[in-house]
């Protein structure tokens, strides 16, 4: 036997209706904070400093790929 049941409600009358807790005010409080974190983040934000820490990770990940790149080539030379 198989029965369907179609409940046409909305996202606040699903959660009380399966028992879950309303999150909203933790959802706003959480991005008050953020948002507050943000501002007051931005006085410190530095565009030459983000780009030396990206460049100083990326040299790490540039190398792994060249070894990487050199054993394919040594591989397909050894073969010939």
């Given at each position: 036997?198989?029965?369907?049941?179609?409940?046409?409600?909305?996202?606040?009358?699903?959660?009380?209706?399966?028992?879950?807790?309303?999150?909203?005010?933790?959802?706003?409080?959480?991005?008050?904070?953020?948002?507050?974190?943000?501002?007051?983040?931005?006085?410190?934000?530095?565009?030459?400093?983000?780009?030396?820490?990206?460049?100083?990770?990326?040299?790490?990940?540039?190398?792994?790929m060249?070894?990487?790149?050199?054993?394919?080539?040594?591989?397909?030379?050894?073969?010939?």
């Open positions: 036997m198989k029965i369907t049941a179609n409940i046409d409600c909305t996202a606040a009358e699903a959660r009380e209706l399966l028992g879950l807790p309303a999150v909203k005010t933790v959802q706003d409080e959480w991005m008050r904070k953020v948002a507050e974190q943000m501002n007051e983040n931005v006085q410190n934000f530095s565009a030459e400093e983000l780009q030396k820490k990206w460049i100083s990770g990326a040299s790490g990940g540039a190398d792994w060249n070894a990487i790149l050199s054993g394919f080539a040594q591989g397909t030379t050894a073969r010939k």
